[in-house]
């Protein structure tokens, strides 16, 4: 089981606020990513990140961004939320060497009105 | 661009029965390959791995099968059960590039067990 946690769970929030997602792990792992997921559709990288200081933009262009000043914590931002961010986020970790398993959190389920 | 697909998008079995899910995946290169289970309401969970100088795994009721001849992933699960109903998804490691150590996922089976 990985020690992997995002909150908050669910969010219900109108448009044009601010919301940050946040993540954090307990695993020391160097690497860390933000997912986005349509309900039963496959995974879309938003985010990355290799350690401290570190983010990269993934292969789905996101009007998000994502800040890594601590290894644990890899927080996601939206500044202007729109019905169109409505979706789940994921966050995931794993340690930086080559062929290591990602372990997820549970997810923000967030809806955008 | 690279891409993992899986050839069904549903697969219903019922209780007790085998289950074999598939995935093709298209990087010649890639180097190591992950199962994922994904519950309603949760994020994926990681089932099982193969690398790629491997081409069977086996853990506890599952077996992952690799062959990199036809670029083909399959997992099977043996006596499958209630609580294995969910959506199963495939991931590709790329081992070059910038995008180095990232997965690539496939769009997922949904497994449908019957009692």
């Known amino acids: 089981e990985a020690d992997i946690y995002q909150t908050p769970r669910y969010l219900v929030i109108g448009t044009g606020k601010k919301i940050t997602l946040e993540c954090s792990q307990t695993?020391?792992?160097?690497?860390m990513y933000w997912y986005q997921q349509d309900p039963g559709m496959e995974l879309h990288l938003i985010h990355y990140?290799?350690?401290?200081?570190?983010?990269e933009k993934g292969d789905l262009s996101s009007e998000s961004t994502v800040s890594r000043i601590r290894t644990e914590h890899f927080p996601l931002t939206l500044e202007s939320a729109r019905p169109s961010h409505t979706s789940q986020y994921l966050c995931?970790?794993?340690?930086?060497?080559?062929?290591?398993?990602?372990?997820f959190g549970p997810g923000t389920r967030l809806l955008v009105l | 661009g690279e891409s993992v697909g899986l050839h069904l998008p549903t697969l219903s079995v019922q209780e007790g029965d085998n289950s074999i899910i598939n995935c093709a995946y298209s990087?010649?290169?890639?180097?190591?390959f992950i199962w994922y289970k994904q519950e309603s309401g949760k994020g994926p969970q990681f089932i099982i791995d193969?690398?790629?100088?491997?081409d069977k795994r086996q853990g506890q009721r599952v077996t992952v099968l690799l062959n990199k001849t036809v670029k083909h992933l399959s997992l099977q699960i043996a006596a499958t059960q209630p609580g294995d109903s969910a959506v199963y998804f495939c991931?590709?490691?790329?081992?070059?590039?910038?995008?180095?150590?990232?997965?690539?996922f496939g769009k997922g089976t949904k497994l449908s067990v019957k009692p």
């Open positions: 991931a590709e490691n790329i081992p070059y590039g910038g995008s180095q150590g990232n997965l690539i």
């Open positions: 695993m020391g792992h160097d690497k």
């Open positions: 995931a970790s794993r340690w930086a060497g080559s062929k290591e398993t990602q372990y």
């Open positions: 193969i690398r790629s100088n491997m």
């Open positions: 990087n010649s290169a890639s180097d190591y």
């Open positions: 990140s290799y350690g401290v200081n570190s983010t």
